[in-house]
């Protein structure tokens, strides 16, 4: 039996909030930070949890993380920016600036974890260990950025503009990508 590498994610109960959206991503997201700093560091994986491994958090990152930033940059951002006081207006450029500092990192992640994919002997840990870490550091900062000062104020909008936020986040999920993703995330 396949023992994949595992990492505890909490699951947080949805309601039609992107609040709840946006931090069970959040929680996803944690997961497979863990998941990278454990494949980048673990010395005892078996192969099969390194292939395993790797495909997840390829799909993850290619395919889960771009709607999730959507969600925040077309889709929440625009809403908060009308009644946003300047600290937050500030957390949102730096929202959109360290979107593009973990895609920077996660250029860095893909060939090895491509690599690994393909021959799970071609893990190096002396390549991925740095980068993996630096993935968990920023998204610990960028995480708690969002979840301190900027979700918090998505609970100010009116009634009806949260339910079209939360219908509009949800619609980018189609029946395919919930599919794949549950087959990643499970």
């Not at 909490?10 to 454990?38: I, K």
């Not at 994986?45 to 292939?51: A, F, H, R, S, Y």
């Not at 060939?111 to 071609?122: F, L, Q, V």
């Not at 610990?140 to 986040?169: G, N, W």
């Amino acid at each position: 039996m396949l023992h994949s590498i595992r990492t505890s994610r909490e699951r947080p109960t949805l309601n039609e909030e992107p609040l709840d959206l946006l931090v069970a991503c959040h929680a996803r997201l944690r997961h497979f930070s863990a998941l990278a700093l454990a494949l980048a560091t673990r010395k005892d994986l078996e192969p099969e949890q390194i292939v395993d491994a790797s495909h997840r958090l390829l799909r993850y990152f290619k395919v889960a993380l771009p709607l999730h930033e959507a969600d925040e940059e077309q889709t929440l951002t625009p809403a908060l920016t009308a009644i946003a006081p300047p600290a937050v207006l500030t957390a949102l450029e730096r929202m959109w600036d360290q979107h593009e500092l973990l895609h920077d990192i996660l250029d860095d992640l893909f060939p090895s974890w491509e690599a690994m994919e393909r021959d799970p002997k071609s893990i190096d840990a002396s390549v991925t260990a740095p980068h993996a870490r630096r993935l968990a550091t920023v998204l610990d900062v960028h995480l708690e950025l969002e979840e301190a000062t900027i979700f918090p104020l998505s609970m100010q909008l009116p009634d009806a503009e949260r339910k079209r936020i939360f219908f509009e986040m949800r619609g980018r999920r189609t029946p395919d990508v919930m599919r794949e993703m549950k087959g990643i995330t499970t």
